[in-house]
């Protein structure tokens, strides 16, 4: 059981470029979302998506766009890369039906610089 | 808007002693809360998860605690161990499948 796969572990863009984050999980959860870690300021929520082909906004979601086409997939994309998106990306997902007792798996992340 | 926070922000204690992490939340509203362990460079991985209707959860060495009234957790480390190092996160799910995060609990567990 693979759990939740984030690719690429690392990656350097220069501003202005733009890139897909892959996420995939194998656990069949209808929720799956993106954080942002930086020093300080906590896991901050990028979007985020309750099933196939819903999505909605989290706290920061300006530069980001996400899809969700399948159950197991939900990439980012970054558009335009700036500099301030530089940080440390964690791909999550739960079940969603039972809300009590669902918890939340990580992936590993992806470390990100822009220069 | 759902704000959860961890203090101290680091923590450093001698090998064995028991010790206490603290959660708080300012909205009771919420499904659960999970505990989860980070290690440098690494994802998070969850602990425990306590559900909004019980009052603890112990896995090996591990107790946590919930107070939804007072908007209060604590996980409870005995017999701590150089393994344990690591940052410490709480997040408690509250409406709308949000996740709401504190900023960890930098724990050094001195051999």
Redesign the interface.
């Known amino acids: 059981n693979a759990g939740v796969t984030q690719t690429p572990k690392f990656q350097v863009l220069k501003t202005g470029q733009s890139m897909t984050l892959q996420c995939a999980q194998d656990m069949n959860h209808e929720y799956m979302s993106w954080y942002r870690q930086d020093p300080g300021m906590g896991l901050r929520l990028i979007h985020y998506s309750v099933g196939a082909g819903i999505t909605d906004q989290g706290e920061v979601p300006n530069g980001y766009n996400v899809s969700r086409s399948t159950t197991e997939d939900f990439p980012l994309r970054l558009l335009s890369a700036a500099p301030s998106q530089t940080s440390v990306y964690f791909c999550a997902s739960s079940y969603s039906r039972d809300r009590d007792n669902s918890p939340l798996h990580f992936g590993n992340g992806t470390r990100l610089t822009v220069t | 808007k759902q704000e959860v926070t961890q203090i101290p922000a680091a923590l450093s204690v001698p090998e064995g002693e028991n010790l206490v992490l603290n959660c708080s939340f300012t909205d009771s509203a919420i499904?659960?809360l999970?505990w989860?362990r980070q290690d440098p460079?690494?994802?998070?991985?969850?602990l425990l998860?306590i559900?909004?209707?019980q009052r603890e959860q112990t896995s090996g060495r591990l107790n946590a605690s919930l107070d939804k009234s007072s908007g209060r957790s604590t996980l409870y480390i005995a017999a701590s161990q150089p393994g344990d190092s690591a940052t410490y996160?709480c997040?408690v799910?509250g409406g709308g499948?949000?996740?709401y995060?504190?900023?960890?609990t930098s724990l050094t567990v001195i051999p």
């Open positions: 499904y659960n999970q989860f460079g690494k994802g998070l991985t969850s998860l559900q909004s209707s996160l997040a799910k499948n949000q996740f995060f504190g900023t960890g």
